[in-house]
């Protein structure tokens, strides 16, 4: 196909035509390579990643190397729900109101909430350390006890040389 080099050069409706399915073509081509080799592979390597997981937890291990490919490890975390209920929803409103920070946090999404939470747990062991009393049982009105939960991370080897 003669094309013209420039991404400004006219071109005529045929060439556009080309273009067009060219475009085409090769998106047919990516979602075909998809569907046979990359969702295929991505599942499998989810599935791996579960059993690793798994028998890490179960042998109390932190993390595991493997000479030449890198180091699998484990890392602890928790998440909290935005609040489902009316009631729990309106209690906290209400205290975020009452910190000043609402019309910051009304739209709050699922990530902002967590960020957030995990915020206000550092502010608070913070206080602890600096001999402020704290309450020991503290919890963020309308946010359900978090939910711990551990994810697989991998670290590639570095070649060194």
Same mark, same amino acid.
């Given at each position: @196909? !003669?094309?013209?080099?420039?991404?400004?050069?006219? #071109?005529?409706?045929?060439?556009?035509?080309?273009?067009?399915?060219?475009?085409?073509?090769?998106?047919?081509?990516?979602?075909?390579?998809?569907?046979?080799?990359i969702?295929?592979?991505?599942?499998?390597?989810k599935? #791996?990643?579960?059993?690793?997981?798994?028998?890490?937890?179960?042998?109390?291990?932190?993390?595991?190397?493997?000479?030449g490919?890198g180091?699998?490890?484990?890392?602890? !975390?928790?998440? #909290?729900?935005?609040?489902?209920?009316?009631?729990?929803?309106?209690?906290?409103?209400?205290?975020?109101?009452?910190?000043?920070?609402?019309?910051? @946090?009304i739209?709050?999404?699922?990530?902002?909430? !967590?960020?957030?939470?995990?915020?206000?747990?550092?502010?608070?062991?913070?206080?602890?350390?600096?001999?402020?009393?704290?309450?020991?049982?503290?919890?963020?009105?309308?946010i359900?006890?978090?939910?711990?939960? !551990?994810?697989?991370?991998?670290?590639?080897?570095?070649?060194?040389?």
């Amino acid at each position: @196909m !003669n094309m013209p080099d420039t991404d400004t050069a006219p #071109v005529t409706v045929h060439q556009l035509t080309e273009l067009c399915a060219e475009a085409c073509t090769l998106k047919a081509a990516i979602e075909a390579a998809t569907a046979e080799w990359i969702t295929p592979a991505a599942t499998r390597l989810k599935e #791996v990643e579960t059993k690793i997981q798994a028998h890490m937890e179960q042998s109390e291990l932190e993390k595991f190397n493997v000479k030449g490919y890198g180091t699998f490890s484990l890392q602890s !975390n928790f998440s #909290v729900k935005v609040p489902g209920s009316e009631e729990h929803r309106a209690a906290f409103f209400a205290y975020l109101k009452e910190l000043g920070i609402f019309d910051s @946090m009304i739209t709050v999404n699922s990530n902002t909430l !967590n960020a957030w939470y995990k915020q206000e747990l550092q502010t608070l062991a913070a206080k602890a350390e600096a001999g402020e009393d704290v309450d020991p049982d503290f919890k963020i009105p309308g946010i359900e006890d978090p939910k711990d939960y !551990n994810t697989l991370k991998f670290r590639k080897e570095t070649k060194r040389g």
